[in-house]
């Protein structure tokens, strides 16, 4: 019998350079009793859990091997529900990051999570069409709701009456009876994909966005156990392309609504005194809805979350598609404009990196993209170092020996050497006509 040939297995020993990841959606979190400051999104597998006023990682909830598609803040703050692309549903307490139980029902990528009142019970939609409710206290599912046709884009409690109301792409929004498990209403005024469904207004109002530039408002009308949903206005957008999200605050008086460009739009539904003072007649949807500030961000906007405070303080948690988090600050009484709090850009590209290499001493990484050239630490993955790119689009790269200098090739041609110390340019060289593709060093170096 021959010798056998051993092979080392590689695992990977951590991930850097993402901020939030685009597939994903964000929500604002309380951290020992600290709300408006904490904003967590998904990063690959994991969730990290941002502090906005330092700029800095404040927790990270570790995954496995799956992407995370969608995650759901307890209304206690105590846990944390995940959503991955392969189904399954993992809760987390936020205390230690362990899991606390763990659902498995779906079929595919879920799409939708949302907490009751109480954060007893979670449901949940998929692209597998189907809704689901569970039971966090007894950790078993509690009823599968099987109806639509097409992938599920919202999910949503009406607490007051023990329903729960799904948005679908096959154009329908249908209402569940817990207690019965059926369906007992399908609202079919939509011509096209309903992409998003909020409650606002202490559950009365339904708002809807589908592809056009109108958002529908429904008034929801309750009658021995019986519902009346007729609608009773529309909200005209701003933005571009079709509804990508609505998002509402736990108090429900806000919205905000965002498409498939940069324009952030937001709305505030106005208290019933409120709105009598203004018109005391009969009351329309323009007296009970307000127009705020809408936001122009520097990136498509990928997912928002929003947090009113006591002094009429709404914190905006914005994620973009330049792996991007940013936190705005709007003062709803006053009307003013709206101010950017803070920016995390520091711990990942902007764009897409197109090179990569080692130190010598496998210590630093660095990585080079059209927007920035970064040196990373390996054993932290921490950003230590970033400079501008002055030139095209880099390609490649190479530590020169001593690794106090690298050298980038960039797409136009130019050579780029760079003091890895400062992270700047200290000389560009017309080196190529074309594409500089690879560097290497000769061996007597």
Known sequence: MGLTKQYLRYAPSGTFNIIASPDCNSTHVALNGISGRYVAVGACEHVVIWDMRLGEKAQVIP??????????????????????????????????????????????????????????????????????LWDVVSETGVARFSGHKGAITSVLF???????VSS????????????????????????????????????????TGTMDQELRVWKLVWTDKLLQCHQVGTLVRGGKGRVVSLVTDLGQSCLACFGTDS?????????????????PEVLTLSDEVRRLSSVKLSAKIKSATLLLGVTGELR??????????????????????????KQITHPGHQREPRCVVMSSDNLAV????????????????????????????????????????????????????????????????PAHSTNCAAIGLTPDM
């Open 63 to 132: 995954g496995e091997k799956t992407m995370v598609s969608q995650i759901a803040a307890s209304p206690t703050g105590n846990h944390m529900a995940v959503g991955y692309v392969d189904g399954n549903i993992n809760v987390f307490e936020l205390s230690n990051n362990e899991i606390v139980c763990v659902f498995a029902g779906h079929k595919s990528a879920v799409t939708c999570l949302q907490y009751d009142e109480q954060g007893h019970r979670i449901v949940s939609g998929s692209k597998d069409t189907e809704v689901i």
């Open 158 to 164: 009406i607490n007051g009456r023990n329903c729960v």
């Open 168 to 207: 679908s792409k096959d154009t329908f929004v249908k209402f569940w009876d817990v207690e019965t498990k059926h369906c007992f209403k399908t609202l079919g005024g939509h011509q096209m994909e309903v992409w998003s469904a909020v409650l606002l207004k202490e559950e009365r109002y339904l708002v």
């Open 263 to 279: 324009l952030l739009e937001l709305f505030s539904f106005c208290s019933d005194d409120e709105a009598k003072t203004q018109i």
């Open 316 to 341: 905006l948690g914005v994620t973009l598609s330049t792996n991007t988090v940013e936190l705005h600050s709007l003062d709803i009484t006053e009307g003013n404009e709206v101010k950017c709090l």
């Open 366 to 429: 660095l990585s080079a993209s059209v927007d920035s050239i970064k040196l990373w630490n390996r054993s932290s993955q921490s950003c230590l170092r970033t400079g501008a790119v002055p030139c095209g689009r880099p390609i490649s790269a190479c530590f020169a020996p001593g690794d106090r200098h690298a050298l980038v090739g960039c797409a136009d041609g130019s050579l780029l050497l760079v003091d890895v110390a400062a992270a700047t340019i200290l000389e560009q060289v």
